[in-house]
């Protein structure tokens, strides 16, 4: 039984790990009332969709995807493309954080506060 | 109740994944799906045919480039999007005020940090920094490294200066509208090479058809370089774009006017 638990942990656990962060991110988004705080927990969904990825990479026994004249074998090296495809997603995911903090800065400025409770307060004023 | 129904449906979401979790492949196997067709290719051919050692950017910049490209362009598009999001101010009348926070008098007075003296310290680092990303940068194609690490370090380098010393004078000044033209001109210069190799009789980023006296592999490498070199204008433009579009219209509760 422990044996099992043990090779479903060592092949699959990290899967858990990442779902376990992409769900945090998720509860955050919900129950915070702040809109800083949402846009922190969107970013930290995007890595662990980013970690997701990477878990794919992995091989045993597997060195850097930088070639080397002593190792040939394909087996040898970890896999390049999800590294590849994650590496521009890391910076995208910048210019992303970035869009959203110039909204939240618009938001600021026409409410006068990012928490949800004024805005809305805000908002009623107008009506 | 807000919190606790979330919480209750991310505890059956996450064991309703834990229990099926088969599709998935296991960790750190070989011939799992993921780790086998296009990837032993890319891994078997990418020196001999990209005459890159660093298989990530043969990936990302040579067997990938078009993708890259737009990637980039989202880069270009995310520092253009910041800045118009910040053109244009609400109209007063659709304002709401500001609620004055009463500044906080500290008793001990102005916070005054003795342990590093900030205006010696980040002068030394700073040269280093940059170095290391122009290392970073030419490198990219031999050991670790590429034209979108470069490009944060270089951005980390001038948000460096403008938190940590915002009141001196820096040696290059690049408000919004300058920082902008800048990442235009990277995703220009990687647009470029691609149509560089067009005149060189090849299709769209193939750079064996640069036209370049050159042998076919150090064309390859040209055409990395070229094409890291726009990438890293262009994410270090984009990031101080950012940061000046944001710094200049930010307004903080404790702000005195």
């Known amino acids: 039984m422990m044996t099992q638990i043990e090779t479903i942990l060592a092949g699959k656990g990290i899967y858990f790990l990442t779902l376990l962060l992409l769900t945090l991110g998720l509860y955050g988004i919900i129950v915070s009332r702040n809109y800083m705080k949402k846009l922190i927990c969107m970013n930290i969904m995007q890595v662990a969709v980013i970690f997701f990825f990477l878990c794919f990479a992995q091989k045993n026994s597997g060195t850097i995807p930088v070639a080397m004249k002593h190792i040939v074998h394909a087996v040898e090296y970890i896999n390049p493309l999800p590294h590849g495809l994650m590496l521009t997603a890391i910076v995208v995911s910048l210019g992303t954080t970035g869009v959203g903090l110039a909204l939240l800065t618009r938001i600021k400025e026409k409410y006068g506060s990012i928490e949800e409770k004024d805005i809305i307060e805000g908002e009623k004023q107008f009506r | ?257």
């Open chain 2, 1 to 257: 109740m807000r919190k606790v129904l979330p919480l209750i449906l991310i505890v059956i979401c996450l064991g309703a994944s834990f229990v099926t979790l088969d599709f998935l492949p296991e960790i750190g196997d070989p011939s799992s799906k993921p780790n086998t067709h296009t990837t032993d290719y890319y891994i078997e051919h990418a020196t001999t045919e990209t005459n890159a050692a660093n298989m990530v950017t043969a990936v990302i910049v040579d067997y990938r480039a078009f993708d890259t490209m737009y990637e980039t362009t989202v880069m270009f598009i995310a520092g253009v999007a910041v800045v118009l999001i910040l053109a244009s101010h609400p109209e007063r009348k659709n304002r709401i005020r500001f609620r004055k926070v009463r500044k906080k008098e500290s008793r001990d007075g102005k916070p005054v940090y003795r342990t590093i003296n900030k205006e010696v310290v980040i002068p030394l680092i700073e040269p280093m920094i940059m170095l290391y990303a122009i290392y970073v940068l030419f490198h990219g194609e031999i050991s670790l490294g590429g034209g979108f690490q470069a490009g944060a370090l270089l951005g980390m380098t001038y948000i460096l200066d403008v938190m940590v010393i915002p009141e001196r004078d820096s040696l290059i000044r690049l408000p919004k509208d300058k920082s902008t033209a800048l990442g235009g001109i990277g995703t220009f210069i990687y647009v470029l090479t691609g149509i560089l190799c067009m005149a060189g009789g090849g299709v769209f980023l193939e750079y064996e058809k640069l036209p370049i006296p050159m042998h076919a592999l150090e064309k390859h490498s040209t055409g990395m370089l070229l094409v890291e070199v726009g990438v890293a204008i262009c994410v270090m433009a984009t990031i101080i774009t950012i940061l000046n579009g944001i710094m200049e219209r930010v307004h903080f509760d404790d702000d005195t006017d």
